[in-house]
């Protein structure tokens, strides 16, 4: 590595998707519905009433979207695939629909071409409507074999094509907005003005278990039958936030400790120990499943690496134990705690951004690379960070394309990885979020986290924003040769 070099040669660096954010095509070629597509074609569902049915069209504009991303030198994409493309029926021994593949073959073939190394997700949320109907999809154990067959069958079909594998995306997000909140499909909640069927309490546990249990099958398989003859690393993607404690006093301190545990801890710890955090436990009792010794083996060490999506940090103080954060992922499900964004003097810790759970706060991403390296000791990829613009949705196109929020939150991000890889935290990769605007789950098109500006008046088409040049430049300058 030259002097100036920042990043190791063989470092990743690029953007991510979602295929229920960007593909569109929603029954194209065989595909059957997702529990997106029917939560989201319902317009009381999202800010502004869009769906998947669309989205940015990546599903006819791949060719365009490649060229666009070489064109932003980029090294590396993630991507995820469409369960209900491969599998329209879902369930394990169901048919493969080749169509589906296909697509997926030319997409994954046309990045390699263009030097793109792809990341590949297999489950980014748009589980089959048909396995919600059958057994409440996540809520019930039925899904774990039928998540390994569909595993296997991917990297059946594209595993010449992949290196590197990322099970389930978020298990976290999923079962706290899906099954607490309620505002991410399927929706359910114990607030019965958002739902009638759900608890909060006790169903984000057992569907985030059975996320678990999934996760470590798909991986065994993985290991098992294709690594020796494919090659590829595989592992879980957590999202994580970082947490200060507000002020010095041992109660605040221990608040923050059981931040960390039940949000980043709860899917990151039994990677490594094959159990939930003691902290964890003890937060839930007998509400939160146990795993058995042979649940146990099977989890344990089962992530080749740990991938982190990280998006923002909160204050946190100690709380009456009947109080719950009014806001975010963990509202109504951590009591004892409350967060925030400013500090003990009142201070922003960052300035507004344009979604109200995200702030930019560099120096928090740093402490969580030294945390997550000294709490798991796995090799760490980061596998989305991003942010939105304040107002972003509501300037014009050329006003927008002057992202200089973005540039700046994007850049001093890169730069706490660089910091820390020269204090040696294992940072593999930066893979920003996202690599167009796309289809925000519940805030449809109005949170716009793209490097790219979608015109959805007209035919998506895509414009670059300034920062993907800046990132660009910012890359080229300090990744090793
Ligand atoms: C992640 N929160 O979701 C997802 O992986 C992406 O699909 C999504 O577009 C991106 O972050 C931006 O939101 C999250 O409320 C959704 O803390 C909500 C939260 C965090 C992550």
Redesign the pocket.
């Known amino acids: 590595m030259s002097t100036s070099a920042k990043f190791p040669a063989d470092f990743h660096w690029g953007y991510a998707t979602?295929s229920a954010?960007v593909e569109g095509s929603i029954s194209a070629d065989g595909k059957s519905p997702s529990i997106w597509d029917t939560f989201s074609s319902d317009p009381a569902h999202s800010e502004d009433g869009g769906n998947t049915s669309t989205a940015t069209e990546t599903y006819t504009k791949w060719q365009e979207d490649i060229a666009l991303m070489k064109s932003y030198g980029v090294n590396s994409y993630r991507l995820s695939l469409s369960w209900t493309r491969i599998l329209p029926d879902g369930v394990a021994g169901s048919k493969v629909n080749k169509a589906g593949v296909e697509w997926y073959r030319k997409v994954l073939k046309g990045l390699l071409e263009a030097g793109i190394t792809p990341f590949v997700t297999l489950f980014?949320?748009d589980l089959p409507q048909v396995l919600q109907d059958k057994y409440l999809g996540f809520l019930s154990s039925e899904i774990v074999p039928d998540f390994e067959n569909y595993a296997r069958v991917c990297y059946r079909e594209l595993g010449d094509l992949v290196q590197y594998w990322f099970t389930i995306?978020?298990p976290n997000?999923y079962s706290l907005?899906g099954h607490a909140i309620g505002k991410h499909a399927p929706g359910r909640s114990s607030d019965r003005n958002i739902s009638p069927q759900g608890d909060s309490q006790t169903e984000p546990l057992i569907v985030g278990h059975n996320l678990l249990l999934a996760h470590a099958s798909a991986v065994k398989v993985y290991h098992d039958d294709f690594a020796s003859s494919q090659g590829g690393k595989i592992g879980l993607v957590v999202?994580m936030?970082w947490g200060e404690p507000l002020t010095d006093s041992a109660e605040d301190k221990a608040a923050t400790e059981k931040f960390l545990a039940v949000y980043n801890g709860w899917f990151a710890e039994p990677l490594v120990t094959g159990d939930y955090p003691a902290l964890f436990k003890e937060v839930h009792g007998s509400r939160l499943p146990a795993f058995t010794d042979n649940q146990k083996a099977l989890v344990k060490g089962s992530s080749d690496f740990l991938a982190i999506?990280h998006?923002t940090t909160n204050m946190v103080r100690a709380a009456d134990s009947s109080a719950a954060p009014t806001t975010?992922?963990l509202s109504a499900f951590l009591p004892g705690i409350e967060i925030g964004f400013e500090d003990k003097d009142g201070k922003p810790i960052g300035p507004a951004a344009g979604?109200s759970?995200v702030r930019p706060v560099p120096w928090g991403f740093g402490k969580l690379l030294d945390w997550a390296h000294k709490s798991y000791g796995l090799d760490i990829y980061i596998s989305?960070n991003?942010v939105v613009c304040p107002n972003e949705n509501r300037l014009s196109r050329d006003e927008a394309l002057q992202d200089d929020f973005r540039v700046n939150y994007l850049s001093t991000y890169a730069d706490q990885i660089a910091l820390k890889i020269e204090q040696g935290v294992p940072v593999k990769s930066y893979l920003m979020?996202?690599f167009t605007d796309?289809f925000?789950?519940q805030e449809g098109y109005t949170?716009r986290?793209g490097v790219t500006w979608i015109d959805y008046q007209d035919d998506c088409r895509r414009y670059p924003k300034k920062s993907a040049g800046y990132m660009r430049n910012y890359f080229a300058a300090r990744l090793a040769r």
């Open positions: 979602a954010q980014h949320w995306n978020e997000v907005l999202n936030l999506n998006y975010g992922p979604l759970w989305e991003g979020w996202a796309n925000e789950w949170a986290f």
